[in-house]
């Protein structure tokens, strides 16, 4: 009977637009699949993906409903919630960083790059990060030498050399 009342007020509150009201009601009565649904439209990723759990989504569900919160959460420039999911969810890095550039948050798309190891990451969406002025020197200078010495090397070579190089500065923070 409580079940049923409080399903039946969930559906209400959902139906005027409190998604957030309605997925308490659905948990709180053991409703575990609406209230996923709630959550997802309030976009409380991390509440909807408890309550997949909860509910036993198999692992595509789990899946479509993560691509879908990631780019529900683009829409609405949560660009660093997106990325968390794309990066931790969906295991996709590449497009974690792709909504990180998008947003500037330079600092925590570096933050990724150095955690996954991926210096190739760096030249992704042709946006190189800003090196110390002692550092960028350098790297000009070592892009000179390349030229030079290197004419035998495509140019996708050489940037790829390049990209592996700034990691290198970046992440151990070689100095010259």
Not at 92 to 119: F, K, M, S, T
């Amino acid at each position: 009977m409580l079940q049923e009342m409080s399903s039946k007020y969930g559906d209400y509150l959902y139906s005027k637009r409190y998604f957030e009201e309605s997925a308490l009601t659905y948990w709180s009565v053991g409703l575990h699949r609406e209230a996923c649904g709630g959550w997802e439209k309030s976009l409380d990723w991390r509440r909807c993906l408890m309550a997949a759990g909860a509910a036993s989504f198999s692992e595509g569900e789990t899946r479509e409903l993560c691509k879908r919160l990631a780019g529900d959460l683009k829409t609405k420039g949560r660009l660093a919630e997106a990325a968390t999911v794309l990066r931790e969810r969906l295991g996709d890095p590449e497009e974690a960083l792709a909504a990180l550039v998008e947003g500037q948050l330079w600092a925590e798309a570096d933050r990724i790059i150095a955690e996954e190891r991926r210096g190739d990451l760096y030249g992704m969406c042709g946006v190189f990060w800003r090196l110390p002025a002692k550092q960028e020197a350098a790297l000009n200078v070592m892009i000179s030498f390349l030229f030079f010495f290197r004419g035998h090397e495509t140019k996708p070579q050489i940037l790829s050399f390049l990209v592996n190089f700034s990691f290198e500065i970046m992440t151990y923070g070689l100095s010259f």
